[in-house]
């Protein structure tokens, strides 16, 4: 909008508190909203407009009937405020749980970011689909993504006894086994011994590791998730 008074006069006409769709998570003061860009075209567009203001590679703008979109507000007794979201295609051939995620920069550096990364894992998980980001990822992408994959496997091996295979890894995380791979070796704990991948997790090697990926962010409740994956109507 060009002048104040527009936005003053769209504010006193405009009586939404929240976005459309369904609300699928809250915890809180935080939920999470799922919009079908089909159902909500003008809103999923304008959403992407948005996100171009402050990514540099977004390039979706028109064709948003084939995305699902996840709102993150922040709750309080005016309504629902945008503090980011994810967007993801409701049909990949590839795998790709994520598409596009954006924090909105005033809520930056808060652990959002990590929240929706986790988020989409977790509806992955409720598919029954390992996921892995859509790519390329911008440099920002693969150091939010590569925490991520750090922390929550680094978790797991910590806590695992005995020997554990990238499969279940898989299976327990949903996360794609060659991420899982990449990031392994990337921290030196995978070895190949006798025409397979050996994982070696020494535990001091582990909490060094864990301390360098930094926090995790804030965690989805994943028991205030009420959730069902896409299907199409009809």
Known sequence: MKRKEQLQRHMRKCDLKHPP?????????????????????VYGQNLC???????????????????LFYILCECDDRGCHMVGYFSKEKHSEESYNLACILTLPPYQRKGYGKFLIAFSYELS???GKVGTPERPLSDLGLLSYKGYWTRVLLDILKKHKGNISIKELSDMTAIKADDILNTLQSLDLIQYRKGQHVIC?????????L????????????????WTPYREQG
């Open 21 to 41: 769709g369904d609300e699928i998570y809250r915890s809180g003061t935080l939920s999470m909203f799922e919009v079908d860009g089909k159902k909500n075209k």
């Open 49 to 67: 407009y948005l996100a171009k203001l402050f990514l540099d590679h977004k390039t979706l703008y028109y064709d948003v009937d084939l995305f």
């Open 125 to 127: 998980k409720k598919e």
């Open 201 to 209: 997790a020494d535990p001091k090697v582990l909490d060094r590791h």
């Open 211 to 226: 301390k360098a990926a930094g926090r995790g962010g804030l965690e989805v409740d994943v028991s205030k998730l009420i």
